[in-house]
């Protein structure tokens, strides 16, 4: 990192993490007491704070990771503070661990950004730093800071294990992946992801020998084409199939295969992947949950998913693959009307986005599911196109670790789609900077407006006494 590019993340991290305290006062003055998910979350880690670690509210379906790691923060810090009474792990207390665990993920998500693109040169350091600051006030994340939730310390392990993976420390960024799958079970599909990621470089090596034995260019300049995707699957049998490679790739991703071996055995000991209350999280062949995702995607990447040059570019492709889009809208519309669910929490709870989507949008007709399939297959089209620098193989491992992680997903949640859009908006080309700070300045705006809905807008049920806020 140069000087001044050091300075500059030096003073955009600073900037964040005030102006991120000044919104955590404002948040922890206006709702002091536990709101929403954290009715459950702060109990339990005071229950945590006082020794009773047998306690257990059944209510709850992640496993232990926030509330052993927050006694393990404030526990210490009240001891060296002098710190005693009711304002150790009071909501407070809590709610500052995920604050900690934002300014974590700024670093990471710079450091991230840094060894990714780090072969492309014409990248400035400016453009990392805005594109970090961006990511660092991505909505539906920085939303969650300012509570006493799991997604920011399940986000930090995971981008954590990532890193190290991309550094080739398999083994620390194994038990990262543990330490994110003590935040969240789904986080194992990430601990995958990062095996992937061996296994597909190994994958993109060989087929550039088996290119270059060839002597076939054309394989890898038309890789979008039918008879290059048969070919490549051929070859993914093939390698896989192999006993020296198999060898040679679980001698590289043991520690992951360890990790997801202990995961099975969580299942089979516990019976399923929910903890607590499992009649509200059933799993399920949730297909429309990934064209819900690539809208999410597309709201918020709009300036690198909705141009119009890449508007003209699809339509071009429709024209030229007239049948292959048509098999894909037969196949995404018999998806919508066979594997369409709709959880009763997204119906009967007003305080959430979700409930005022589905109600404006999908709830106008019954045919509304249906006509947005022409967008859902634009979406995408320009998701898959802005991926087109990574290998083949990296993208075929991303599109798996994808469906694995929102299709089982009964409950429409936007923070369902945090990890997998932090990993694809990581993955994809820098825009320029103009593009960039318009990106940048929709985040502030939604951000301003999320903020403004749950401080000042509240509201009350009927035959309740308790305030309701707008949230994510």
């Known amino acids: 990192m140069e000087r001044v590019e050091a300075y500059g993340f030096s003073g955009a ?35 945590y704070c006082h ?9 709850i379906t992640t496993l232990p990771g926030l509330y052993l790691l927050s006694v393990g923060v ?29 300014a974590g993920n700024f670093y990471l998500l710079y450091l991230l950004l840094f060894k990714i693109h780090q072969k492309n040169k014409a990248v400035s350091g400016f453009q990392r730093i805005l ?26 392990f995971t981008l954590f294990a990532y890193l190290m993976c991309l550094y080739g420390n398999h083994k620390t960024s194994a038990l990262l992946g543990f330490c994110g ?18 296994v597909a470089e190994k994958l993109n090596e060989a087929w550039k020998t088996e290119l ?53 055995v969580f299942v089979f000991i516990n019976g399923g992947i929910v903890v607590g209350d499992r009649s509200s999280h059933e799993a399920c062949l949730h297909f429309p949950q990934l064209f819900y995702f690539l809208s999410f995607t597309v709201f918020f990447s709009f300036p690198h998913l909705l141009t119009p040059a890449k508007i003209r570019r699809f339509l071009l492709s429709l024209r030229k693959h007239p049948v292959q889009y048509s098999l894909i809208t037969v196949i995404s519309l ?12 997204l119906l009967a709870d007003n305080r959430h986005y979700t409930f005022y989507v589905w109600r404006k949008v999908f709830q106008r007709h019954e045919l509304v599911k249906y006509l947005l399939v022409p967008f859902y297959i634009f ?33 429409l949640e936007f923070r369902y789609f945090i990890l997998p859009f932090l990993i694809y908006r990581l993955n994809i080309p820098f825009l320029s900077v103009y593009r960039q700070l318009l990106e940048l300045a929709f985040y502030i705006l939604v951000n301003a407006v999320t903020f403004y809905l749950f401080l000042n807008r509240t509201f009350q049920w009927e035959n309740s006494d308790e305030v309701q806020r707008f949230m994510w």
């Open 212 to 264: 270059q034995k060839k002597k076939d260019e054309k394989i890898s300049s038309r890789k979008g084409s039918f008879s290059d995707l048969t070919r490549i699957l051929q070859f993914l049998v093939e390698y896989l199939i192999s006993p020296k490679n198999l060898v040679k790739l679980t001698v590289l991703t043991w520690p992951y295969i360890i990790l997801v071996s202990l995961f099975f």
């Open 131 to 156: 594109s970090t600051l961006t990511l660092g006030m991505f909505p539906t994340l920085y939303f969650f800071t300012f509570l006493y939730y799991t997604d920011p310390g399940s986000v930090f």
């Open 379 to 411: 979406a995408g089209w320009s998701f898959a196109d802005t991926l087109k620098s990574k290998s083949i193989f990296w993208i075929l491992m991303y599109f798996v670790c994808l469906l694995a992680v929102t299709v089982p997903q009964k409950l």
């Open 51 to 59: 020794g009773r670690f047998l306690q257990w509210d059944p209510m």
């Open 334 to 345: 018999f998806l919508i009307w066979k594997f369409t669910y709709v959880h009763k929490y």
């Open 74 to 102: 404030v526990k210490p810090a009240a001891w060296l503070l002098g710190w005693t009474g009711s304002v150790v792990c009071s909501v407070g207390m809590l709610r500052f661990v995920n604050l900690l665990f934002s």
């Open 181 to 198: 799958f003590m935040f969240r079970q789904t986080n194992i599909v990430w601990t995958v992801f990062c095996a992937g990621n061996v």
């Open 13 to 47: 991290m600073s900037g964040a993490f005030l102006l991120s305290c000044l919104l955590f006062a404002a948040v922890s003055r206006r709702q002091r007491g536990p709101y929403m998910d954290e009715v459950f979350h702060v109990p339990q880690a005071q229950a």
